[in-house]
């Protein structure tokens, strides 16, 4: 319980990704936390659904850091999917595969699935969170002139929904944030379990 403003006992979060996203979303509501990558491979496996594979690279993100950590360290890895008639679809290598990713999306509602570990010394928990997201119908020359922004080519699914890719959304189902990376609600309850806990009071968030 948080009293008069004051924070319980906290363990160090470690955010393992590069994402400038997840690190835009963890600020914002109120976390403090120190960023660590390490190269993982980030190939999907065939025998897995898009939420297996969500979770399985992000348990692999956290991994590589478990051997040599501390004990009040936690660290937050994750990984966003999207998927589409069940089929995983990460991120574009080219900007002809963001073209691709795009055409099919502009057509059919997808899923946005994104896994997330949060790893101690001895433990892992994980979890993934599921946004239904429907786009207006795109031209072909609205996803060139998208893809030629270059804003695709380092997201799932070839689109930013906190950028340009706003413009397209016709409907989202679930949380909004689990689509820009990090299911912020279900995340802070998670984060409660291994004792971090968000600084609301220096958070951008409130209004």
């Known amino acids: 319980m948080i009293i008069k403003g004051v924070l319980p006992m906290t ?22 936390f120190t960023q660590r990558t390490r190269p993982v491979d980030e190939e999907f496996q065939a025998n897995k659904s898009a939420a297996e594979n969500a979770v399985s690279l992000a348990k692999k993100k956290a991994f590589v850091f478990q051997e040599d950590m501390s004990i009040d360290e936690v660290i937050l890895s994750a990984d966003t999917v999207i998927a589409l008639d069940g089929e995983p679809i990460g991120k574009p290598k080219e900007a002809g595969d963001a073209v691709d990713m795009l055409s ?50 380092d997201k799932a699914g070839g689109y930013g929904i906190n950028g340009l890719a706003a413009l397209f959304i016709k409907e989202i189902v679930g949380d909004y944030y689990n689509v820009v990376g990090l299911p912020l609600s279900r995340l802070r309850q998670e984060l409660e379990h291994v004792n971090i806990y968000p600084d609301w009071l220096n958070s951008n968030m409130k209004r």
């Open 11 to 32: 363990n160090q979060l470690i955010l393992a990704s590069s994402s400038p996203r997840r690190v835009a979303l963890l600020k914002s509501a109120g976390y403090t």
């Open 104 to 153: 099919r999306l502009s057509k059919t509602p997808h899923q946005v699935i994104t896994g997330v570990a949060l790893a101690t010394t001895d433990s892992v928990i994980t979890f993934h969170s599921e946004t239904k997201v429907t786009f207006y119908p795109l031209t072909d020359e609205q996803i060139d002139m998208y893809v030629r922004t270059g804003e695709p080519l």
